[in-house]
C-alpha cells in the first residue's frame, strides 16, 4: 500500500492511500452539510433558475417554440447553465473569503489535512450542488413543461452541465482569494449576472444585440449553453455541431453581421 508523507512543523506524518482518500471524503461531507444548512445559500442557488424556468418555460411561453424546439426543452440547457454557475461561484467565492476573514484557512494550514482537501471538497460540493439544480428543472421539464427527451440525453445533459461546473469553480476560488467577506457576493454578482445575459442565458442568442452577440462568443457561458443546447437539439442553429469550429464561425459571422 503506498503511502504519503505529510510535514507539520518538525513531525513527519506517513499516511496511506486509503487515509487521505477518507480525508478528502470527510472533508467534501462536511463542507456539502454546511452548504445544506446555508438557507441563504440553498434557496438562491435553488430558486432563482427554477423560478425563471417556471416563469418563462412554463408558464409564460410553454407552447412557444425557438426553431424547431420548444422552450421548456430549450431553457433547460440555458437556465441549467444559469444554475450551475450560481452553485459554482457562490459555493466557492462566498464560502473561500468568509473562510480567510475568519482565519479559518489559517487554522487548516496549521493541521495536518492535505493542503488540497479544503479546495477539492468545494469543488466537489459545487459540482453536487449544480447536480441537483439540474435535476430539479428536469423533473419540471419533464412533469410540468412536457419535455420529452430520451434517458441516454437526459444523462447527457446532466453529465454535461455538471461537469461545466469545473471551470466556474475555478473562477469562485479565484475571486474568493481576491474578495473580501463583506464584498465577495457584490463582487460574484458582478460577474455572474452579465455574463448570464450576455450569453444568451436569459434572452436567447439570436435575439441579442450585434455588440452583446460579439462579447458572448469569448464568455464560458456561452460555450457551456451550447454544449447543453446540442444535447437537447437545438444548438448551432444549424450550422453543425456546438463546439466545432463550423459553429464558431457561423457565430462570428451571424454577430458581425
Known sequence: MSTTTVTLGNTRIERSTNQIATIYLKEAKYEFLKN??????TASV??????????????LNSKESIGSTRVPTYLL???????????SLFGTAAGLSSDRGLGWLQVKRASPMPPYAYFVAKVITSMLFSAIVVLALMVLGLTLGGVRMPVLDLAKLLGTLVAGSLPFSAMGLALGYFAGPTSAPAMINLFYLPMSFCSGLWVPFMFLPKAVRMIALVLPPYHLSQLALGVVGAGGDGRGPPGTVETLVGDVLEAAA
Open 36 to 41: 445544506l444548512r446555508l438557507r441563504m445559500y
Open 77 to 87: 440547457a440555458t437556465y441549467g447553465t444559469f444554475g450551475v454557475m450560481g452553485a
Open 46 to 59: 435553488l430558486s432563482f433558475p427554477i423560478m425563471f424556468y417556471v416563469l418563462f418555460g412554463l408558464v
